[in-house]
């Protein structure tokens, strides 16, 4: 069982906004603003996607963009495109514990 | 370009070990660490553990503290990650990413391809 918790799976049609959500403790993402998102295809390596809460790495679309509100943070991807059908994974900074991730959402495009 | 370029799979047999290498290129690796997780087949990303360099130190995640170690050689630009006593539940792509050297959480960024290691008798 993850530490953090989200969806199992989030649909949407090109052009619509998904969000997905990622809910830790007040040990975790309530303490920290050290909460990334990354994207994975298949067969593929995780890629950065947002890092603390709501930072956009070079080269990420304006589409993705990231925030928190106490104990859950938030993946939002506006304009839904095709490519963006992925697994989603947050992960946050724990304390004690070192880094923390969610479970994975599967992201799937209608 | 950055790159991390990790070493092929491996099959290992129950109560062995496996180390994994993980090649830097495209930027000073004395300045960045490196981190290590893992993904079981058709589960989720779990953390292994951080390696800095430019102090050869690093912070292992509590349930692995007995079984893995995190080195790092900079004469090579390499990081490698040993696991001992492996179990079948061990079987994962292990995957290494550039991190900062002070910063757990910050990011991860980029990540190498991943190298599958198979545990079975």
């Known amino acids: 069982q993850s530490a953090l918790t989200q969806p199992a799976s989030v649909s949407g049609s090109p052009g619509q906004p998904i969000t997905i959500s990622c809910t830790g403790t007040s040990s975790d993402v309530g303490s920290y603003n050290l909460v990334s998102w990354y994207q994975q295809h298949p067969g593929k390596a995780p890629r950065l996607m947002i890092h603390?809460?709501?930072m956009r790495p070079s080269g990420i679309s304006y589409r993705f963009s990231g925030s928190k509100s106490g104990n859950t943070a938030s993946l939002t991807i506006s304009g839904l495109q095709a490519e963006d059908e992925a697994d989603y994974y947050c992960t946050s900074f724990a304390g004690s514990r070192g880094l923390v991730f969610g479970g994975g959402t599967k992201l799937t495009v209608l | 370009q950055v790159l991390l370029e990790q070493s092929g799979a491996e099959v290992k047999k129950p109560g062995a070990s496996v180390r994994v290498s993980c090649k830097a290129s495209g930027y000073t690796f004395n300045t960045y660490g490196i981190s290590w997780a893992r993904q079981a087949p058709g589960q989720g990303l779990e953390w292994l553990g951080w390696?800095?360099?430019?102090?050869?130190?690093?912070d292992i995640a509590q349930r692995f503290q007995a079984r893995v170690t995190l080195t790092t050689d900079t004469s090579t630009n390499t990081a490698y990650m040993e696991l001992r006593n492996l179990r079948s539940d061990d079987t994962a792509v292990y995957f290494c990413?550039?991190?900062?050297?002070?910063?757990?959480?910050?990011?991860?960024?980029?990540w190498g391809q991943g190298t599958l290691v198979t545990v079975s008798s």
């Open positions: 390696a800095i360099p430019y102090s050869g130190t690093s």
């Open positions: 990413a550039r991190s900062t050297t002070n910063c757990l959480g910050c990011w991860f960024d980029p």
């Open positions: 603390e809460v709501n």
